[in-house]
């Protein structure tokens, strides 16, 4: 029977494994899914991440914050946050910051104390780590100064211990604000840990509650029955969700293991469900409204073989038949686009097609063009110098085909993932001075290919965007296209209100898409700037139905 872990640390706080390392172990463990919690820090999220692409267990991205209440350390659990979010890793780092101060002034205590231990030694010990007090402990061990970890905290640096500094702390109230203004679910972590009265357990829950406060952590390690159930009476009083963690460490915590702490823990796959929910709160504004739905295609709708999955499809046909619009809004060639929609048997429920990031938007339905935006004659031959000075590949376009100078490598491969032929002119700027966009590439040395960028915007300043639609094509459009300017068009022509719209997306090239959009919700798989500022993330990859619990809130309509 498989369970969940809400409750995981690693070795970028006070754990002893790696993000990856918890991967794999939650693999071997039958976990379903575990969120990463470490202390105060968001930095380990990436790669469990990024590990998990390659293992069926899904990772929550998550955080530990520690805070102050009535003179007692009180931890709150944030899941489903946004990692990227800029005023979020200010705020994180800020916290950061003040356990440097107060890990300096530890470090000279303890040294008063006749204990050896620099401040630059001792961190270096633990590289990218956030340092807590199991840090001091451990550090005491390795070096003969205590033979257990626990006697550093009865002896130097428990609570009352002359060689332990109390470091700047926010309120618990201040945390829930913080990880609810990114996008997530805060939860009042282990709270029988805290010893308080249960009037004043009830009193903290019940303030908390009025800040915003989603879910308390109900099934826990070390609690009793009795434990347990004052905790779900708590949640049920004040209509919170039930989460479950062992607060697993590793070698840190010897006696507790993932997913089953001291042995007979469990934390049931049903808790998942509700906090997705709650995270999706909101999403959709008005589901008896007509939406207008636009999606990027690789690596959002499509997979990584360029289909739709059968889950994916459904939902999406589904939706469309509610009434919504829907639109295909890519970086691809008009051509290539339509022969998409061919091939995946689209014909029905396509209503416009945005190519060429936004260069020509066509009504699929009328088959006519609504709007055209192309490069001028004088930019293109400027982008053209520039990608020959670097020796990168360049191409442009005609209606329907690729035009390129030359034969490439890139050219070749390009071809085959738009399936569109190519032409070889003699001169680009002759056959087709105004494009609506043009392709740079460079398999063999990425570097010039920033090169070209740097050198393009610095040229061209505020008349082109020059922006990677993935990894290998650098494309430059005009800077009065863009996807987001698209949907601006077809919303007016549909007359839907812009808050009605919602992008889903997974690229550089979409940033403008995310910024006009009423909501955005970037892939799983997507570039960490998309994520920076979208309201969503979704919970899969595109290879594993990633837009399906979202594409599930417009099918659902009456």
């Known amino acids: 029977m498989q369970a969940i872990d809400l409750h995981v640390h690693s070795t970028f706080s006070d754990g002893t494994l790696t993000p990856s390392q918890l991967v794999n172990l939650a693999v071997k463990s039958n976990l379903e899914a575990f969120a990463l919690t470490d202390h105060d820090t968001t930095d380990g999220i990436e790669e469990a991440l990024f590990e998990s692409k390659n293992h069926d267990v899904e990772v929550i991205p998550g ?15 944030g899941y489903y946050i946004n990692p990227y979010n800029p005023e979020f890793i200010k705020t994180v780092h800020e916290f950061r910051d003040s356990r440097e101060t107060r890990n300096r002034k530890m470090c000279a205590k303890l040294s008063e104390m006749g204990i050896d231990i620099n401040y630059d030694d001792f961190i270096a010990e633990f590289p990218d780590s956030v340092i807590t007090r199991a840090h001091y402990a451990k550090y005491m061990v ?45 939860v009042l972590a282990h709270p029988i840990l805290y010893r308080l009265s249960d009037s004043d357990l009830e009193t903290l829950v019940a303030s908390l509650k009025k800040s915003g406060l ?5 099934i826990y390690s070390t609690y009793s029955q009795t434990d347990e159930r004052l905790i779900r009476k708590l949640a049920s009083k004040y209509k919170l969700l039930i989460t479950g963690g062992s607060d697993f460490h590793g070698n840190n915590k010897p006696n507790l293991s993932l997913g089953c702490g001291r042995g007979d823990l469990y934390i049931p796959t049903k808790l998942l469900p509700p906090l997705k929910k709650a995270y999706l709160n909101g999403f959709v504004t008005n589901p008896f409204i007509r939406a207008g739905l636009f999606f ?28 919504n619009l829907f639109v295909i809004n890519t970086g691809r060639p008009l051509e290539s686009a339509l022969k998409l929609v061919e091939r995946l048997n689209l014909q029905d429920i396509t209503d416009y097609i945005a190519a060429f990031n936004g ?66 002119v003699p001169d680009l700027i002759k056959e087709e001075p105004t494009p609506y966009k043009l392709l740079i590439m460079n398999f063999k040395d990425r570097e010039a290919l920033l090169k070209v960028r740097e050198e393009v915007e610095n040229t061209l300043g505020d008349s082109v965007f020059c922006i990677f639609s993935n990894k290998k094509f650098l494309e430059v459009i005009p800077r009065e296209s863009g996807k987001g300017n698209a949907l601006l068009h077809i ?20 940033i403008s ?28 990859d595109n290879n594993n139905d990633g837009l399906a619990d979202f594409l599930q809130m417009f099918s659902e309509r009456k």
Request: glycine letters at 6%.
């Open 491 to 510: 919303c007016e022509r549909e007359n839907i209100k812009v808050q009605n719209s919602y992008a889903f997306a997974d690229e550089e090239n979409d």
């Open 296 to 323: 990027d295609m690789d690596g959002t709708l499509l997979n990584d073989d360029k289909e739709i999955s059968p889950i994916t499809r459904a939902l999406l046909f589904k939706a469309i038949e509610n009434g």
């Open 142 to 186: 390795n070096h003969g100064i205590i033979k257990y970890m626990d006697e550093a905290f009865e002896k130097y640096i428990g609570d009352n211990c002359p060689g332990f500094i109390s470091r700047e702390k926010i309120s618990p109230s201040q945390a829930v604000s913080l990880i609810i203004a990114c996008g997530g679910i805060p």
């Open 214 to 218: 989603k879910g308390i952590e109900t």
């Open 359 to 424: 260069g020509a938007v066509y009504n699929y339905k009328s088959q006519v063009f609504t709007y055209k935006c192309t490069l001028k004659q004088n930019i293109t031959e400027t982008v053209k110098d520039i990608a020959i000075k670097h020796n990168c590949h360049f191409h442009s376009y005609s209606d329907y085909e690729i035009l390129s100078e030359k034969e490439t490598e890139e050219l070749e491969f390009y071809k085959n993932y738009v399936n569109l032929p190519a032409r070889i």
């Open 63 to 77: 955080i530990e914050f520690s805070t102050e209440y009535g003179g007692k350390d009180i931890h709150i659990l």
């Open 513 to 540: 898409l995310f910024e006009k959009a009423g909501k955005s919700v970037c892939l799983l798989n997507g570039n960490p700037k998309l994520k920076a500022i979208a309201d969503y993330t979704t919970f899969r």
